[in-house]
């Protein structure tokens, strides 16, 4: 059969459909690896293809048998035009991703199937049910797979980014924050492949930086600290980011951080959340404590890494205080770069249920969920309060002065070319907020 892979149209972000064709989308595209694995599990007497709408337009037109694609909550009601066309046309059409499985039933309504939760065993079922026209209307959940089996990427098949690559060690977390929706989608603990296999897929990629694509990959510190060391004894010379939490890499002992270095860490990612002890307790991430936070920052500064940080506003506890208060506090901590988000309960998330119980979701527009718009009534302030006091923090630390500044500090810090990766983050977010907050 041949197949066809397609991640759909992204309106808001670091990088979006109305870059495309541009050197925004080169220079600034965030590597997908959804669909280059779909493809990798595909068994290999099929033919396939990957259509990644921010970069390349769908032909209606194709000659797939079947049809797969992945599915966003905020890029849902894309996903479903794209999917009632082509069924329209008499395609095969398969959704599956995060929120088809928080919203099966939804999503069923625009598919001949539905894949819930993750689709290393489920996605073969399907192309062989698809063979013989026997299609079933749901797949999965199934987490019994091994990570040992997990194949590289097909990377043949990525055409639009040259600069940034990306690969997975783990999967699942053992937090349960309440916004956070990879709990429910990943619901089997902590899984890891085995250490050789991620870095020989690292050593065939052709890009020279890299994001490891872990929930956080300072879960386990055994084996994070197998993987530094084989990159170093593989002389993998290139980049990479990762995701780690607070409280791991503020106590996380000096070796850790030496070799993560060593290996070729330029930056981690922490989900610091909020300045609000009380409102970190509240969302279950207990783990955060904001009065550790600046010492965590001055460690990794200290081995030459840097920290792109998420601060989330909304959170129950929150004022209207809390964005003056947010902003004095990331300019003395001295962090590099900031995901400034407004709270969004995603389906299949604790967040949302509870606000649904509670009457205090504003819309189920999906197009909205977009982390840039309030989709729920805040308990402290107004919804416009919520928004405005957010485009205040991103308009402010995002202003061009601010942005240089901390550009030339990442290289005094990183001392490495691959150092332009947190620079240039801070002039993507710039970009992404002044778009979408309109500044």
Known sequence: MKILLVFPKIEHGAATYHDQGSWGSILFGYPIITLPHLAAITPSNHQVELINENYENLDFNTDADLIGITCYTMTAPRVYEIADELRKRGKKVVLGGYHPTALPQEAKQHADSVVLGEAELTWPEVIADAEKGQMKEFYGPNTTFDMVTIPPLRRDLIKHNPIMGAVQSSRGCTNRCEFCAIASFCNHGLKQRPVKNVVAEI????????????????????????????????????????????????????????????????????????????????????????????????????????????????????????????????????????????????????????????????????????????????????????????????????????????AARVFLITRRVTGLLPAGTNYTFRRYYKRDFGF
């Open 203 to 406: 050593q065939q990629m052709p890009n020279r930086l890299f994001v490891i694509h872990d929930p956080h990959l300072t879960a386990n510190r055994k084996y994070a600290m197998e993987l530094f060391r084989e990159l170093i004894k593989q002389k993998v010379n290139k980049g990479w980011v990762a995701n780690g939490t607070a409280n791991i890499l503020g106590i996380v002992d000096d070796e850790f951080l030496k070799l993560a270095h060593k290996s070729g860490c330029v930056e981690w990612f922490v989900g610091f959340e909020s300045v609000s002890q009380a409102a970190l307790n509240n969302i279950k991430k207990t783990h955060n404590k904001v009065e550790d936070f600046k010492k965590t920052i001055d460690r990794l500064h200290k081995y030459n890494m840097t920290v792109q940080g998420g601060i989330i506003f909304g959170f129950d506890e929150d004022t209207p205080d809390i964005f003056e208060t947010t902003l004095q506090k990331m300019n003395e901590w001295n962090i590099d770069a900031v995901e400034i988000n407004i709270l969004t309960p995603y389906p299949g998330t604790p967040l949302y249920d509870r606000l649904v119980k509670e009457n205090r979701l504003l819309t189920k527009d999906w197009s909205r969920y977009t982390q840039v718009d309030v989709v729920f009534k805040p308990k402290l302030m107004t919804e416009q309060e919520l928004f405005n006091g957010a485009r205040m923090v991103a308009k402010n630390y995002y202003s061009m002065y601010r942005v240089i500044q901390r």
